[in-house]
């Protein structure tokens, strides 16, 4: 199945496969030619299996899973997602304003899991450019959301200057 | 923008508060077109109650038991006339009338329509208010001593740091989705009735040996079921690092703070079960990242912020007056509340007026339509048009010429708002209760009520100072842990019972109440308080204020008045 993504303000078909947090050997090994988004605890543990893929390979963590664990392979991934276990758990935001903030990561950061048109204003300017709605989403009604505000006071990612400093 | 427009714009404020300019105005209309879009996908049935209700609360909006419940924000108390009549406007269209101070310096309205509340937004709009992060686990409304600017023991005037916080915490977008709510004070007087040592954030303005301005910070105050008094984690803070190192303690709290527990979720459980010193290096870790960059406060925001909280047109008046000296020696009602409802000014010839929302027969911090209107127009005509909330849900006007006192005075008198308990026993702190509130345990207000009836004028102020604060259940928004006397309703059985403490505090120094013993029905309780009050006037000393005698004699004598011989049991039941 192909996920519903918004990138770049608009509806993308994408071919990652995002694999669950159940996901072992022999399912990445199914996969050989497909882009695949694994798990955390498998991106640490098969490093071999990963390297040796034709395809490529990203990771996903989780929203008490943090940044640092993959600090030293961020070069070399080109996208990385973060969990929404539930819309109302806050974590990823910060998540996504140390890959970019603390580890200048310039991938693809997207938001997955638990991921609503409320709140995709916030994903977009904590760093996150892409995301992988909740299947009952409206599109329509999801990319009017990145239209919410005008300004912001604070810096964030899609705004480095606070309000105080261009006002 | 055209300048005819830039004059209706600026409608709603005095010139010595902060004005809004088309940034913030942009601000408040995105979000009420925001808010009015969502409220109209919820009624559709394409949001979730449980997707709807955060957005809800961070626009202030609860359900209650009968209705739901708007709380509006009054950003550290401060409040224009302009912006009070459109309170009361609310009051009338939307509401029944009346409106309820809160403790955090805020006002809500009990009996507003879902439906109505996008609209009640935009009226607020007009005058430069808002309902937003008023509830919801999100950065809360900044608060600060009612006196800022007036105080004569001042440090600095905390007004325009509680603005800087105000916009930076206002769509926060890293913070909007915390573990619980996060509520910030900054006190810049010596007195500090701003209760900050027990809240998440508590920052006490002070200057360094070179006469530089700057913060101590304390992290993981708070009531709730677990009160806490903060812990510093930082002595002094230049003034110019304020918003990294707030971002700093933010970050780690949304990342670590628990989530698995509601009641385990506030910033004072982490610091707990961190160490106050593992936490504070947490956080200097955290600001390394952000220390230096773009929230560095520049020298330009700081004068431009100040700039907004000048002092009023004050006029060189003498410090006597004769006109308040022959009213004191004429009317003894008037000299009673002269004593008890005024304050020492930073300026000569001036006065701060508190206005005592606590009288006998009334919902304590309760306002009619009627007497908002009024307030308004007193705030006008004696006060530069402004006045301030307390978070003890009383009203200041806090530049009042000494002249005009006995003025001012029979005005109240015409609308019930004279009443001379401030910071007496019956100017109690006061949730609305269960007569209102889902989470109540017990009824705050009728309890509230028959303590004031227990208690003559006379008497009161034979007491003297003492706090004495109540809530319906541990949520604690009545303050309870921080009264001199606390009051918490409990359930015993289905039945309305009340636990109360002694020895709490809210001020500098800051302290937790403990619990008597065995909890009171609602009937026993004005006696148990008449009991309390009479081992304190048995054994105080000359000019000992209640806390004071509690202090030195402790909980023994006061347990004997309560329960005899009977009860040796320390903890509540």
């Known amino acids: 199945m192909t996920t519903r993504l918004i990138k770049n303000g608009t509806l993308v078909s994408d071919t990652w496969v995002l694999l669950g947090a159940a996901?072992?050997?022999?399912?990445?090994?199914m996969m050989h030619d497909r882009d695949v988004i694994v798990?955390?605890?498998?991106?640490?543990?098969?490093?071999?299996?990963?390297?040796?893929?034709?395809s490529r390979t990203a990771v996903w963590l989780n929203s008490n899973e943090t940044p640092d664990a993959i600090a030293g392979s961020l070069d070399k991934l080109a996208l990385v997602a973060l969990n929404?276990?539930?819309?109302?758990?806050?974590?990823?935001?910060?998540?996504?304003?140390?890959?970019?903030?603390?580890?200048?990561?310039?991938?693809?950061?997207?938001?997955?899991?638990?991921?609503?048109?409320?709140?995709?204003?916030?994903?977009?300017?904590?760093?996150?450019?892409?995301?992988?709605?909740?299947?009952?989403?409206?599109?329509?009604?999801?990319?009017?959301?990145?239209?919410?505000?005008?300004?912001?006071?604070?810096?964030?990612?899609?705004?480095?200057?606070?309000?105080?400093?261009?006002? | 923008m055209p300048p005819a427009l830039a004059c209706i714009r600026s409608q709603g404020r005095t010139k010595t508060m902060y004005r809004y300019d088309q940034y913030d105005h942009q601000m408040l209309a995105d979000r009420i077109a925001q808010f009015r879009d969502q409220t109209q996908r919820f009624l559709a049935g394409q949001l979730s109650d449980a997707?709807?209700?955060?957005?809800?609360?961070?626009?202030?909006?609860?359900?209650?038991?009968?209705?739901?419940?708007?709380?509006v924000a009054i950003p550290y108390g401060m409040l224009s006339s302009t912006q009070m009549r459109k309170l009361a406007f609310i009051a009338d269209h939307f509401d029944k009338g009346y409106g309820?101070?809160?403790?955090?310096?805020?006002?809500?309205?009990?009996?507003?329509?879902?439906?109505?509340?996008p609209e009640i937004l935009a009226h607020l709009a007009e005058v430069e208010m808002h309902a937003i992060q008023t509830s919801g686990n999100c950065i809360r409304n900044t608060t600060t001593d009612q006196f800022a600017g007036v105080a004569v023991d001042?440090?600095?005037?905390?007004r325009a740091y509680c603005e800087i916080i105000r916009q930076w915490s206002t769509f926060h977008p890293e913070f909007a989705f915390l573990p619980r709510k996060f509520k910030i004070a900054v006190c810049g007087t010596q007195q500090d009735q701003a209760a900050t040592q027990v809240h998440d954030i508590g920052l006490y303005l002070l200057k360094n040996e070179n006469n530089e301005i700057g913060f101590r910070v304390l992290v993981g105050g708070g009531l709730g079921r677990t009160p806490v008094i903060g812990s510093e984690i930082k002595a002094f803070l230049p003034q110019e690092h304020l918003l990294s190192y707030l971002d700093a303690i933010l970050r780690v709290y949304n990342r670590e703070g628990r989530r698995d527990n509601k009641y385990k979720a506030r910033i004072k459980i982490l610091v707990k079960e961190t160490g106050t010193s593992a936490f504070r290096d947490k956080v200097e870790k955290e600001w390394q990242l952000l220390k230096d960059g773009p929230l560095t406060l520049t020298s330009a925001e700081l004068e431009r912020c100040r700039a907004f909280f000048h002092d009023p047109d004050y006029k060189a008046l003498p410090a006597q007056s004769s006109a308040l000296e022959t009213a004191l020696n004429t009317d003894v009602l008037f000299a009673a509340w002269y004593e008890q409802n005024t304050s020492a000014h930073k300026k000569t010839g001036y006065a701060i007026v508190t206005i005592c929302v606590k009288k006998t027969g009334f919902a304590p911090g309760d306002l009619d339509s009627d007497?908002?209107?009024?307030?308004?127009?007193?705030?006008?005509?004696?006060?530069?048009?402004?006045?301030?909330?307390?978070?003890?849900?009383?009203?200041?006007?806090?530049?009042?010429?000494?002249?005009?006192?006995?003025?001012?005075?029979?005005?109240?008198?015409t609308r019930d708002l004279e009443a001379d308990n401030l910071g007496l026993l019956s100017d109690m702190i006061c949730c609305p209760g269960g007569d209102f509130c889902s989470l109540a345990n017990a009824k705050s207000i009728p309890v509230?009520?028959?303590?004031?009836?227990?208690?003559?004028?006379?008497?009161?102020?034979?007491?003297?100072?003492?706090?004495?604060?109540?809530s319906g259940c541990m949520n604690a928004c009545g303050h309870h842990h921080v009264g001199n006397i606390g009051i918490l309703g409990v359930d015993k059985k289905g039945e309305e019972y009340f636990q109360i403490s002694l020895g709490g505090s809210a001020d500098h120094n800051a302290a937790l109440g403990k619990i008597v013993g065995p909890s009171f029905s609602q009937d026993e309780v004005p006696d148990v308080i008449d009991k309390i009050v009479n081992v304190y006037q048995q054994h105080k000393a000359p000019g000992e204020k209640f806390i004071n005698t509690y202090n030195r004699l402790g909980m023994e004598p006061f347990k004997e008045a309560l329960y005899g011989n009977k009860s040796d049991d320390h903890t509540t039941d």
């Open chain 2, 154 to 158: 001042e440090v600095e005037d905390a």
């Open chain 2, 371 to 413: 007497q908002m209107r009024f307030i308004a127009d007193l705030a006008e005509r004696y006060s530069f048009g402004e006045m301030r909330i307390t978070h003890t849900q009383n009203l200041v006007l806090a530049d009042v010429e000494k002249n005009e006192l006995y003025n001012l005075w029979q005005a109240l008198k």
């Open chain 1, 39 to 54: 798990p955390l605890s498998f991106w640490l543990s098969e490093q071999d299996l990963i390297s040796s893929r034709p």
């Open chain 2, 51 to 71: 997707e709807f209700l955060p957005l809800r609360l961070q626009n202030g909006l609860y359900v209650q038991r009968l209705a739901p419940m708007l709380r």
């Open chain 2, 448 to 470: 509230a009520e028959a303590i004031q009836r227990r208690f003559s004028a006379q008497h009161l102020r034979e007491i003297g100072q003492l706090s004495l604060n109540i």
């Open chain 1, 84 to 167: 929404f276990p539930e819309f109302k758990d806050g974590r990823p935001y910060s998540s996504a304003r140390e890959l970019r903030q603390r580890f200048a990561y310039s991938g693809e950061i997207r938001a997955i899991g638990d991921v609503l048109r409320d709140q995709l204003f916030f994903m977009r300017r904590c760093g996150f450019d892409a995301f992988a709605l909740r299947d009952d989403q409206d599109i329509d009604i999801a990319l009017s959301a990145f239209n919410d505000f005008t300004d912001a006071y604070q810096p964030a990612i899609d705004q480095p200057l606070p309000l105080f400093r261009r006002r």
């Open chain 1, 23 to 29: 996901t072992d050997r022999d399912a990445v090994a």
């Open chain 2, 100 to 117: 309820h101070l809160t403790t955090r310096q805020n006002i809500q309205f009990n009996w507003p329509a879902l439906a109505d509340v």
